[in-house]
């Protein structure tokens, strides 16, 4: 079973970069047919899927965050990170990792294993 568990700063300024590491236990980050994303529940709304990086190292984005999202991994430490630049207050959000499957991806409410998630706030 795997487990997942975000980390992260809480707090973040209006055009800096957030930074968010999943660190993942008892599953490889590189196990053929999993695919490690990122998911966020804004204050109010729905959940978001922002993106993946796969059990290869192939990125894959939401259309409406490509232009300012990066995921990449560290296979030693079985982790990955989701970069997302130039915050706004819109950003402000519950930022969840999860460990998908191909039929998940797209969706942020399905996945075979999610981490309990950390709140980000964007603010001045």
């Known amino acids: 079973q795997?487990?997942?568990q975000e980390s992260g700063p809480g707090l973040v300024k209006p055009s800096q970069t957030l930074f968010l590491t999943c660190t993942v236990s008892g599953e490889s980050i590189t196990t053929k047919g999993y695919y490690w994303s990122?998911?966020?529940q804004p204050p109010g709304k729905i959940l978001e899927?922002?993106?993946?990086i796969g059990?290869?190292?192939s990125t894959?984005?939401?259309?409406s965050l490509q232009s300012r999202t990066s995921i990449?991994?560290?296979t030693s430490k079985n982790r990955f990170t989701l970069q997302l630049n130039?915050?706004?207050p819109e950003d402000t959000a519950i930022y969840y990792c999860a460990m998908q499957n191909l039929v998940h991806l797209g969706h942020p409410d399905?996945?075979?294993?999610r981490g309990q998630g950390t709140q980000v706030a964007v603010s001045s």
């Open 2 to 4: 795997a487990q997942l």
């Open 38 to 40: 990122w998911i966020r």
């Open 49 to 52: 899927w922002i993106g993946y």
């Open 55 to 57: 059990y290869s190292g």
């Open 60 to 63: 894959y984005y939401s259309p």
């Open 72 to 74: 990449s991994r560290d």
């Open 86 to 88: 130039s915050v706004t």
């Open 110 to 113: 399905k996945y075979v294993f």
